[in-house]
T-cell receptor, first 114, second 113 residues
Framework: GAGVSQSPSNKVTEKGKDVELRCDPI?????LYWYRQSLGQGLEFLIY????????KSGLPSDRFSAERTGGSVSTLTIQRTQQEDSAVYLC????????????FGPGTRLTVT | AQSVTQLGSHVSVSEGALVLLRCNYS??????LFWYVQYPNQGLQLLLK??????LVKGINGFEAEFKKSETSFHLTKPSAHMSDAAEYFC???????????FGTGTRLLVSP
């Protein structure tokens, strides 16, 4: 079946602009995660959605970052007023409910802020 | 707080040699443990996971890992390296009841002919 898909695969933006990154999880997966992979910080958790529960936003690095998940499926990560330090690969993952289930990752969106 | 340490940012082996990638974790409660592999310009692919069943876990592509509670380790091994194993490998921990994965810094495996 189809895996996790993300779009765009690459995004170049100017400092100060807003960007939106999209994630389509695996059908039937109720949990959705966003991570960031950068040279300086490695792989970091950003945010987690599970069903209709309030999202766990504990990993968002600043209030310029936000995410939503519509209809329990597609998610959008928005970065406002982008900074050069936001340059990274943003990875989305999804899983079945329950912490013993593995997370399946998408190919990522490479964001470059110039 | 939980953490993961991967010893060696780079490991070089010859084709056919044993692969050993080290992972140690820190957690106050028994965690779930995972190994992921990342090929260039791709996402993460799960190799194997430990969820408190057998301590020796077999994964895809001939990899396996052993959970050793006394050593807080979860090292990844493969008896015979193949050129196609060249990639970056990440160990990750997930605490029961919490959802996020905490990753190690990764180990790049280089395989020479």
């Amino acid at each position: 079946g189809a895996g996790v898909s993300q779009s765009p695969s690459n995004k170049v933006t100017e400092k100060g602009k807003d960007v939106e990154l999209r994630c389509d999880p695996i059908s039937g997966h109720t949990a959705l995660y966003w991570y960031r992979q950068s040279l300086g910080q490695g792989l970091e958790f950003l945010i987690y959605f599970q069903g209709n529960s309030a999202p766990d936003k504990s990993g968002l690095p600043s209030d310029r970052f936000s995410a939503e998940r519509t209809g329990g499926s597609v998610s959008t990560l928005t970065i406002q007023r982008t900074q050069q330090e936001d340059s990274a690969v943003y990875l989305c993952a999804s899983s079945l409910e329950g912490d013993r289930y593995e997370q399946y990752f998408g190919p990522g969106t490479r964001l470059t802020v110039t | 707080a939980q953490s993961v340490t991967q010893l060696g940012s780079h490991v070089s082996v010859s084709e056919g040699a044993l692969v050993l990638l080290r992972c140690n974790y820190s957690s106050s409660v028994p965690p779930y443990l995972f190994w992921y592999v990342q090929y260039p310009n791709q996402g993460l692919q799960l190799l194997l996971k430990y969820t408190s069943a057998a301590t020796l876990v077999k994964g895809i592509n001939g990899f396996e890992a052993e959970f050793k509670k006394s050593e807080t380790s979860f090292h990844l091994t493969k008896p015979s390296a193949h050129m196609s194993d060249a990639a970056e490998y990440f160990c990750a921990v997930r605490i029961r009841g919490f959802q996020k994965l905490v990753f190690g810094t990764g180990t790049r495996l280089l395989v020479s002919p």
